[in-house]
């Protein structure tokens, strides 16, 4: 088995006194690469370094909806620098969140559209990050595709079906992480079922949403192939086919 871990945060100060171990770890559960993702400069910055450390990890950079208010006014120039970079595959996870609402939703927007410009200018994909605001998203990107439209993934979706196969529509992958194992995710188990194998990719959003049997420990890349197993089973098909569609997915949304 070959996996790859989409999206993961092992910058985070979590790993702080294992990292190191984590990621052997990962290696050795049959995890060849991990995607690690920026949420604001910081935290991209830190990605780009251990991209440069890690040969099995590469590294995103973009400013998560949270962190919109806080930009200052060079963030599209210390951007471009990070995603510059050999192993810079992405820029993310940006995107919109109304649920919490940590930035102005004007505000959001405007940096959301703004990441999105980039992407187009750097020919890279994008991490999406979507919360309780898919309209506004909708709008946003099929004023787009008739424009300028980018591809890249849903990151942990957790939205309907009927929306998943609008953002297939426009070309997006869907990415599917630990909620799709637990109980209650009953809508989230139909979308898993209904996405086509060449569409699906797999993440931990490490160290958060730590999937079953491991629930309520911090996550690690590791524990993907528990979200690539539940994956699996919704489809009726084997581990070795989804880790194989998983892995040819993202090494063509990503380019690595």
Known sequence: MNLIDSHAHLDDRRFDQDREQVIERAQQDG????????????????????????????????????????????????????????????????????????SPRPVQKEVFIQQLNLAQEMQLPVVIHLRDAYGDFLEIMRQRERLAPVNGVMHCYSGSLVVAEECLAMGFYISLAGPVTFKNAGKLKEVARAIPLDKILVETDCPYLTPVPHRGKRNEPAYVKHVAGQIAALKGITLAAISLAVEQNTKKLFAI
Do not use: F, M, W
């Open 31 to 102: 995890i060849t690469q991990i995607i690690n993702i920026g949420c604001d400069l910081a935290s991209s910055k830190r990605s780009v370094a251990l991209a440069a450390k890690y040969p099995c990890i590469y590294a995103t950079a973009g400013i998560h909806p949270h962190d919109a208010k806080n930009v200052p006014p060079d963030y599209l120039e210390q951007l471009k620098k990070l995603l510059q970079q050999p192993k810079t595959v992405a820029v993310g996870e940006i995107g919109l969140d109304y649920y919490y609402d940590h």
